[in-house]
């Protein structure tokens, strides 16, 4: 099965760090967020990944064009102009790289992926921007069997502050960022059938305005609800969040 990942936003919320690099690119326990995404996929036994490029899109190209260099012990030999790369580690990904424009919207990017993608099966569809420990392989066979086009994992994102606790005026105790309002949302890690891309008008169709509103319209899109981490990274308060919980051992998308 093959993943497909947006990754050619501007990443304007973010911009103290997107101003230099693409917003799948920053870093989170020195790897780019889009590693630990693809890390993430693959502990799912899926290895072969069609990335939207856009905005500094060349960052992600020689990301990958150099991957040993990033992730080995390199000596360079000036005299005799050579470079021995140590230990190497490979991992068994097949990477696809598209260029899908600089303005071009969420479903737009899709659509123009479509060679990739659309004598697939299904495929699985993401943001290179979020992070979960969602169940793929269930969400998989969830979308096998209702036969549907599209999966989306819904999620109930937590409360931005904690929560006092109240016996009229007293406080009786406090709850540490409690679920928001009990209500789902689209939490990013879809699969798909290759049909959705009847759905995207063009270039410029955000994914999850028409796209997937004429796909609930049409019956064509089913919710796997997942009640477990889901924390996307659209700002710095965001970052900090993840680098923590990955450098206290305590990420729950790890399961690598």
């Not at 943001?127 to 599209?150: M, Q």
Request: net charge negative; with cysteine.
């Amino acid at each position: 099965m093959k993943c497909v990942i947006l990754a050619g936003g501007y990443g304007t919320r973010i911009s103290e760090e997107s101003h230099l690099r693409p917003k799948p690119m920053i870093e989170i326990g020195g790897r780019p967020i889009l590693w630990h995404v693809m890390k993430f996929y693959s502990a799912h036994g899926i290895n072969d990944f069609v990335i939207c490029l856009g905005y500094k899109g060349y960052v992600i190209k020689e990301y990958f064009a150099n991957y040993f260099l990033h992730m080995s012990d390199v000596t360079f030999d000036m005299t005799h102009n050579c470079m021995e790369v140590h230990q190497r580690h490979a991992e068994p990904w097949r990477v696809t790289l598209v260029d899908t424009g600089e303005g071009t919207m969420t479903g737009g990017r899709l659509k123009r992926v479509a060679p990739y993608i659309e004598n697939e099966d299904a495929f699985c569809f993401t943001y290179g921007d979020g992070l979960s420990n969602v169940d793929l392989g269930a969400e998989i066979a969830f979308h096998r069997a209702h036969g549907k086009l599209a999966t989306v994992c819904a999620v109930q994102p937590p409360g931005r502050y904690g929560a006092l606790q109240l016996a009229g005026s007293k406080v009786t105790g406090f709850t540490e960022k409690p679920r928001g309002d009990g209500g789902w949302i689209n939490g990013g890690f879809f699969v798909l059938s290759p049909g959705v891309l009847e759905f995207i008008a063009g270039d410029t169709s955000p994914w999850e305005g028409e796209s997937l509103e004429n796909l609930a319209r049409q019956g064509e899109l089913m919710a796997f609800e997942h009640a477990g981490f889901w924390q996307p990274m659209d700002t710095l308060r965001d970052k900090y969040l993840l680098e923590d919980l990955w450098t206290s051992g305590r990420a729950p998308w790890k399961i690598w």
